[in-house]
């Protein structure tokens, strides 16, 4: 079955600390992994693209790793602010086209000051 | 670039009414739109996808007399929600893509109320 799952479902951080989001797919075949940032009440922002021969992609303050082996992904945000705090998806198209995305539950994130 | 527009950006309806929602692409021709829904903490629900031109596909579950979409242009589609009812509450978000091959785009999202 075509499943991504995150971890943690919520996290609390204080501002100016680190985290770590994760993400196991179990699409299949597979093109690329998505990560999205979604401000409550607001459409999901694409924060970064990771094709199969990537391993690491940083966008700011957000690195991404993929390990298309063990079919895992994180997203590590450097250096909180108030401002990450945001629900983060990780999404997976299916069948290596984008009619069909596979959508992870999502990381709810809150930095706190 | 890739600007995807949703209007309104909110609205509040009675039981029973009928409301319409629109989705824009800004600086592109969306030849397929996607509409989904979000509930509160859960993810997002592809509802239907519709190309240019032709009848929206919808998901299992998702009434298609009930939720009627047109795409009747490439840079515009349409969500009308019929007789809308409280469980109709919920966060629409449509995304527009240039085809199957091609990212799909987020609009901002339309939240519905039904009282």
């Known amino acids: 079955k075509n499943q991504v799952e995150q971890s943690p479902q919520s996290l609390i951080i204080l501002e100016g600390k680190n985290c770590t989001l994760q993400?196991?797919?179990?699409?299949?075949?597979?093109?690329?992994l998505r990560w999205y940032k979604q401000d409550t009440g607001r459409g999901p922002v694409s924060l970064t693209i990771?094709?199969?021969?990537?391993n690491t992609k940083s966008n700011g303050r957000y690195t991404a790793t993929l390990d298309a082996d063990t079919k895992q992904s994180s997203l590590h945000i450097t250096a909180s602010q108030l401002s990450d705090s945001a629900s983060y998806i990780c999404v997976v198209p299916l069948s290596g086209g984008y009619n069909k995305l596979i959508f992870g539950a999502g990381t709810r994130l809150a930095v706190h000051p | 670039g890739a600007v995807v527009s949703q209007h309104p950006s909110w609205v509040i309806c009675k039981s029973g009414t009928s409301v319409k929602i629109e989705c824009r692409s800004l600086?592109?021709?969306?030849?397929?739109m996607f509409w989904y829904r979000q509930f509160p903490k859960q993810s997002l629900m592809l509802m239907a996808t519709s190309n240019e031109g032709s009848k929206a596909t919808y998901e299992q579950g998702v009434e298609k007399d009930k939720f009627l979409i047109n795409h009747a242009s490439l840079t515009l589609s349409t969500l009308t929600v019929t007789s809308a009812h409280p469980e109709d509450s919920s966060f629409y978000i449509c995304?527009?893509?240039?085809?199957?091959?091609?990212?799909?785009?987020f609009g901002p999202g339309t939240r519905l109320t039904v009282t």
């Open positions: 993400c196991n797919y179990t699409v299949s075949p597979f093109s690329n």
């Open positions: 990771m094709t199969f021969s990537e």
């Open positions: 600086d592109f021709q969306a030849t397929t």
């Open positions: 995304s527009a893509s240039e085809g199957a091959a091609y990212e799909q785009y």
